[in-house]
């Protein structure tokens, strides 16, 4: 029911700016989580943000703090993830995902570091590529 896909992704200089939208359908915000992940070649997946609405909190891991940004518009079912200043080592594929928030709360960190606890639902990503 939950269907999640993303775009946006391309080819960018070193500086520059990209933004991807995760359309969404089958949910809605207020009840779920949204977070962004990234998987380089030979690397893990890891956490790149994840936010609630709700609860009216968000995590950035700390190589993205001040460069990238989350916003949502709930009328187009759509959250963006707004990359600036990027870097070769933001090279990479772009997930996002979904997960039900639960009873105790939310915690985005504990959230994007252990996703296979809480996501269930994931995009087919999107690649991006920053030159030097």
């Known amino acids: 029911e939950v269907q999640l896909v993303e775009s946006g992704g391309g080819l960018v200089q070193a500086g520059g700016s990209l933004r991807l939208p995760c359309a969404a359908s089958?949910?809605?915000?207020?009840?779920?989580?949204i977070g962004w992940f990234r998987q380089a070649p030979g690397k893990e997946r890891e956490g790149v943000s994840c936010?609630?609405?709700?609860?009216?909190?968000?995590y950035f891991a700390d190589s993205m703090k001040g460069r990238f940004t989350i916003s949502s518009d709930n009328a187009k079912n759509t959250v963006y993830l707004q990359m600036n200043s990027l870097k070769p080592e933001d090279t990479a594929v772009y997930y996002c995902?979904?997960?039900?928030?639960?009873?105790?709360?939310?915690?985005?960190?504990?959230?994007?570091?252990?996703?296979?606890?809480?996501?269930?639902?994931w995009g087919q990503g999107t690649q991006v590529t920053v030159s030097s």
């Open positions: 936010i609630s609405s709700s609860f009216g909190r968000t």
């Open positions: 089958g949910f809605t915000f207020d009840d779920y989580a």
């Open positions: 995902a979904a997960a039900r928030l639960r009873k105790s709360g939310f915690n985005p960190g504990y959230y994007c570091s252990n996703y296979g606890l809480f996501f269930d639902s």
